[in-house]
C-alpha cells in the first residue's frame, strides 16, 4: 500500500512539472513572437520614413499554366501555376 501511495505521489509531481513546463515554454514563444512582430514593426516604420516603401514595384501575377490533375479516388482538380510578372 505504502509503495502505490510513493507511485501516485510521483505521477501527480510528474504532471504538475509537465505543466509547468509547458507554460513556461508557452510564454518564452509568445516573448519571442512579439519580439520578431516588434522588429518587423519598425523596420517597416523605417522604409515608411525613407520613402522606399513607395518605390517598390507591386507584384502582378500573371496565369501560366493550367493543369487537371486526379487524386487518389479519381476526382478531378483544376491545378493553376502564376509567376511573377516583376521577375
Known amino acids: ?44 516604420h523605417a522604409k515608411k520614413n525613407k520613402g522606399e516603401g513607395s518605390k517598390q514595384p507591386i507584384a502582378k501575377l500573371q496565369e501560366k499554366e493550367t493543369v487537371i490533375l486526379k487524386d487518389f479516388f479519381g476526382k478531378p482538380h483544376k491545378v493553376t501555376s502564376f509567376k511573377d510578372e516583376n521577375k
Not at 512539472?17 to 515554454?25: H, Q, S, V
Open 1 to 44: 500500500m505504502n509503495s502505490i501511495n510513493i507511485i501516485y505521489t510521483c505521477l501527480i509531481i510528474f504532471g504538475i512539472l509537465f505543466i509547468c513546463r509547458e507554460i513556461i515554454c508557452w510564454w518564452f514563444k509568445m516573448n519571442q513572437v512579439v519580439n520578431l512582430l516588434t522588429e518587423i514593426r519598425d523596420i517597416l
